[in-house]
């Protein structure tokens, strides 16, 4: 329950600290924090109470035996968790007389600070707009509207496309270690295969939005093809498949569903929520 950055109390505001692990904060307090001795004595510090932890479940022990004192005070969370479990959070804290904003910080903690990075942000607009100022010491602010699962979706939406795509770079250098090759010597090709994503999100977003999977530019049957001939390199090369098996299963399905000739964005109809 602090400012995670290095740079925080250089920046004027009054700062006072609480962490699980109390060596972690001497940082901080160094830089002129003050150490609170409780959560509650953390809590009653200020009007503005900023969270940092691993999910909600850890949010509810820490606050829960001190949560009489979130009363009048703004909570903003920084912790991940699901959109429907931080709008219970957001609930539970109004049910203490407290406000909850939720943050959806986009980069590591060595980017807190950083003029590039940003945070999502959704929750009641006027106490996040009051707070803004103060966020803004942290990170750029992203503000996504009122619903305070929304800047948690948004995290998360960011987090389904990181990790997929660092696995599918884990997976690439895995092969190219079989074959005598080092992630070094791979490496310029992975950042020109990754350049190029912008490009096709663009042209695929606009063509799904409109319903539109016309085999005009890619066909599924292609892409099935080749994403069998990805599984059989990397089962030839005697590497781990359970990624590229799990690529290849999702285009048989499609396959099955009778999508051969249209796109292979058509995939994303399978994986979207069934209609009801």
């Given at each position: 329950?602090?400012?995670?950055?290095?740079?925080?109390?250089?920046?004027?505001?009054?700062?006072?600290?609480?962490?699980?692990?109390?060596?972690?904060?001497?940082?901080?307090?160094?830089?002129?924090?003050?150490?609170?001795?409780?959560?509650?004595?953390?809590?009653?510090?200020?009007?503005?109470?900023?969270?940092?932890?691993?999910?909600?479940?850890?949010?509810?022990?820490?606050?829960?035996?001190?949560?009489?004192?979130?009363?009048?005070?703004?909570?903003?969370?920084?912790?991940?968790?699901?959109?429907?479990?931080?709008?219970?959070?957001?609930?539970?804290?109004?049910?203490?007389?407290?406000?909850?904003?939720?943050?959806?910080?986009?980069?590591?903690?060595?980017?807190?600070?950083?003029?590039?990075?940003?945070?999502?942000?959704?929750?009641?607009?006027?106490?996040?707009?009051?707070?803004?100022?103060?966020?803004?010491?942290?990170?750029?602010?992203?503000?996504?509207?009122?619903?305070?699962?929304?800047?948690?979706?948004?995290?998360?939406?960011?987090?389904?496309?990181?990790?997929?795509?660092?696995?599918?770079?884990?997976?690439?250098?895995?092969?190219?270690?079989?074959?005598?090759?080092?992630?070094?010597?791979?490496?310029?090709?992975?950042?020109?295969?990754?350049?190029?994503?912008?490009?096709?999100?663009a042209f695929y977003a606009a063509?799904?939005?409109a319903g539109r999977h016309d085999?005009?530019?890619?066909?599924?049957?292609?892409?099935?093809?080749?994403?069998?001939?990805?599984?059989?390199?990397?089962a030839d090369a005697g590497v781990?498949?359970?990624?590229?098996?799990?690529?290849?299963?999702?285009?048989?399905?499609?396959?099955?569903?009778?999508?051969?000739?249209?796109?292979?964005?058509?995939?994303?109809?399978?994986?979207?929520?069934?209609?009801?």
């Open positions: 329950m602090s400012y995670t950055s290095r740079s925080q109390p250089r920046e004027g505001h009054p700062v006072t600290v609480w962490n699980r692990t109390a060596s972690r904060a001497e940082a901080l307090v160094e830089q002129g924090a003050v150490l609170a001795g409780t959560v509650e004595e953390a809590l009653t510090a200020g009007d503005l109470v900023i969270l940092s932890l691993t999910d909600y479940d850890a949010m509810y022990a820490v606050l829960e035996p001190a949560a009489h004192a979130l009363s009048g005070r703004v909570l903003v969370n920084l912790s991940s968790d699901t959109p429907e479990k931080t709008r219970a959070g957001a609930r539970w804290v109004a049910g203490h007389g407290g406000v909850h904003i939720t943050g959806g910080v986009t980069v590591p903690p060595s980017g807190i600070g950083e003029p590039e990075s940003s945070t999502f942000y959704s929750g009641p607009r006027a106490p996040f707009e009051a707070a803004r100022p103060t966020l803004e010491v942290l990170t750029r602010t992203d503000f996504r509207g009122e619903d305070p699962g929304l800047a948690a979706l948004f995290y998360q939406i960011g987090m389904v496309m990181f990790w997929t795509s660092m696995l599918s770079y884990w997976q690439a250098i895995a092969l190219a270690d079989a074959n005598g090759l080092t992630a070094a010597d791979i490496l310029p090709h992975a950042i020109e295969t990754m350049a190029s994503m912008p490009g096709f999100l063509r799904i939005d085999g005009d530019v890619d066909r599924l049957a292609m892409g099935a093809a080749s994403v069998e001939h990805v599984l059989h390199t990397n781990d498949t359970t990624l590229p098996a799990a690529v290849a299963d999702l285009f048989r399905r499609g396959m099955n569903a009778g999508h051969a000739t249209g796109s292979f964005s058509s995939l994303v109809d399978l994986m979207k929520k069934p209609a009801a």
